[in-house]
Protein backbone atom coordinates (compact mmCIF):
# COMPACT_ATOMS: atom_id res chain seq x y z
CA UNK A 1 0.00 0.00 0.00
CA UNK A 2 1.36 3.55 -1.02
CA UNK A 3 2.43 5.71 1.89
CA UNK A 4 0.08 8.32 0.95
CA UNK A 5 -2.75 5.80 0.98
CA UNK A 6 -1.78 4.45 4.65
CA UNK A 7 -2.18 7.78 5.96
CA UNK A 8 -5.37 8.95 4.46
CA UNK A 9 -6.58 5.57 6.31
CA UNK A 10 -4.98 6.91 9.43
CA UNK A 11 -6.55 10.34 9.11
CA UNK A 12 -10.10 8.82 8.55
CA UNK A 13 -9.48 6.42 11.57
CA UNK A 14 -8.52 9.67 13.84
CA UNK A 15 -12.02 11.15 12.39
CA UNK A 16 -14.03 8.18 13.15
CA UNK A 17 -12.10 7.03 16.58
CA UNK A 18 -12.92 10.46 18.47
CA UNK A 19 -13.62 8.05 21.71
CA UNK A 20 -10.85 5.60 20.77
CA UNK A 21 -12.86 2.93 19.64
CA UNK A 22 -15.15 1.98 16.91
CA UNK A 23 -17.92 -0.21 16.54
CA UNK A 24 -18.47 -3.12 14.12
CA UNK A 25 -20.49 -0.96 11.69
CA UNK A 26 -17.39 1.53 11.38
CA UNK A 27 -14.81 -1.24 11.29
CA UNK A 28 -16.70 -2.69 8.12
CA UNK A 29 -16.95 0.34 6.66
CA UNK A 30 -13.47 1.45 7.19
CA UNK A 31 -11.81 -2.00 6.35
CA UNK A 32 -14.52 -3.06 3.39
CA UNK A 33 -15.48 -5.90 5.05
CA UNK A 34 -18.92 -7.56 6.00
CA UNK A 35 -19.62 -7.12 9.30
CA UNK A 36 -20.09 -11.24 9.53
CA UNK A 37 -16.74 -11.84 7.84
CA UNK A 38 -15.77 -9.74 11.13
CA UNK A 39 -17.68 -11.93 13.74
CA UNK A 40 -16.39 -14.93 11.68
CA UNK A 41 -12.69 -13.76 12.68
CA UNK A 42 -13.90 -13.56 16.25
CA UNK A 43 -14.79 -16.41 16.34
CA UNK A 44 -12.04 -17.72 14.69
CA UNK A 45 -10.19 -15.32 17.52
CA UNK A 46 -7.98 -13.42 14.88
CA UNK A 47 -9.58 -10.38 16.60
CA UNK A 48 -10.80 -10.36 20.17
CA UNK A 49 -12.39 -6.66 20.58
CA UNK A 50 -13.24 -6.20 24.09
CA UNK A 51 -16.88 -5.18 25.13
CA UNK A 52 -18.27 -2.08 26.20
CA UNK A 53 -21.81 -2.69 27.70
CA UNK A 54 -22.81 -5.34 25.40
CA UNK A 55 -21.60 -4.12 22.55
CA UNK A 56 -18.00 -5.20 21.39
CA UNK A 57 -15.46 -2.33 20.06
CA UNK A 58 -12.66 -2.23 18.17
CA UNK A 59 -9.68 0.10 18.47
CA UNK A 60 -7.17 1.41 15.56
CA UNK A 61 -5.11 -1.85 16.00
CA UNK A 62 -7.87 -3.89 14.98
CA UNK A 63 -8.63 -1.94 12.31
CA UNK A 64 -5.19 -2.51 11.05
CA UNK A 65 -5.12 -6.43 12.20
CA UNK A 66 -8.51 -6.92 10.27
CA UNK A 67 -6.79 -5.46 6.82
CA UNK A 68 -3.98 -7.97 7.50
CA UNK A 69 -6.42 -10.74 8.14
CA UNK A 70 -8.20 -9.94 4.43
CA UNK A 71 -4.88 -9.32 2.40
CA UNK A 72 -3.85 -12.76 4.02
CA UNK A 73 -7.39 -14.47 3.10
CA UNK A 74 -7.24 -13.20 -0.65
CA UNK A 75 -4.26 -14.89 -0.61
CA UNK A 76 -6.05 -18.11 0.55
CA UNK A 77 -3.78 -18.27 3.68
CA UNK A 78 -4.99 -20.35 6.08
CA UNK A 79 -6.17 -18.94 9.56
CA UNK A 80 -4.31 -20.95 11.21
CA UNK A 81 -1.02 -19.26 9.85
CA UNK A 82 -2.75 -16.24 9.85
CA UNK A 83 -2.59 -16.43 13.23
CA UNK A 84 1.02 -17.73 13.81
CA UNK A 85 1.92 -14.80 11.85
CA UNK A 86 -0.09 -11.64 13.43
CA UNK A 87 0.93 -12.99 17.28
CA UNK A 88 4.47 -13.02 15.32
CA UNK A 89 4.25 -9.49 13.53
CA UNK A 90 1.94 -7.72 16.23
CA UNK A 91 -1.41 -5.67 15.87
CA UNK A 92 -0.36 -2.78 14.29
CA UNK A 93 2.25 -4.16 11.71
CA UNK A 94 1.77 -4.52 8.21
CA UNK A 95 1.61 -7.86 7.03
CA UNK A 96 3.45 -7.07 3.78
CA UNK A 97 6.48 -4.85 5.47
CA UNK A 98 7.51 -7.98 7.74
CA UNK A 99 10.21 -10.73 7.28
CA UNK A 100 8.46 -12.73 8.81
CA UNK A 101 5.39 -12.54 6.61
CA UNK A 102 8.38 -13.90 3.58
CA UNK A 103 8.92 -17.12 4.93
CA UNK A 104 5.48 -18.13 5.37
CA UNK A 105 4.23 -16.39 2.07
CA UNK A 106 7.23 -18.81 0.30
CA UNK A 107 5.58 -22.16 1.90
CA UNK A 108 2.05 -20.83 1.00
CA UNK A 109 3.29 -20.51 -2.59
CA UNK A 110 4.85 -23.83 -2.15
CA UNK A 111 1.37 -25.27 -1.11
CA UNK A 112 -0.36 -23.46 -4.12
CA UNK A 113 1.95 -24.95 -7.07
CA UNK A 114 1.12 -28.36 -5.57
CA UNK A 115 -2.62 -27.81 -5.97
CA UNK A 116 -2.32 -26.31 -8.79
CA UNK A 117 -0.54 -29.58 -10.54
CA UNK A 118 -3.01 -31.51 -8.71
CA UNK A 119 -5.96 -29.39 -10.13
CA UNK A 120 -4.30 -29.88 -13.91
CA UNK A 121 -4.16 -33.20 -13.23
CA UNK A 122 -7.90 -33.73 -12.40
CA UNK A 123 -8.21 -30.98 -15.34
CA UNK A 124 -6.74 -33.25 -17.55
CA UNK A 125 -8.11 -36.76 -16.71
CA UNK A 126 -11.22 -35.39 -16.81
CA UNK A 127 -11.30 -34.17 -20.27
CA UNK A 128 -9.67 -37.41 -21.08
CA UNK A 129 -13.12 -39.00 -19.49
CA UNK A 130 -15.49 -36.38 -21.22
CA UNK A 131 -13.48 -37.39 -24.55
CA UNK A 132 -14.57 -41.36 -24.07
CA UNK A 133 -17.66 -40.38 -23.30
CA UNK A 134 -18.50 -38.23 -26.09
CA UNK A 135 -16.89 -41.06 -28.91
Known amino acids: MPHDAGDSAHHAQAEILPDGFLFIGELAKLTGADPKTIRFYERAELLSPPRH ?8 SDVCRLK ?3 KLRGLGVPIAQIRTLLDAI ?5 VFESAVSVSLLRDHLD ?5 QAELSS ?3 RTSTALERLNA
Open 111 to 115: VLHGR
Open 68 to 70: NIL
Open 122 to 124: QIT
Open 53 to 60: GRFRTYLA
Open 90 to 94: GAESD
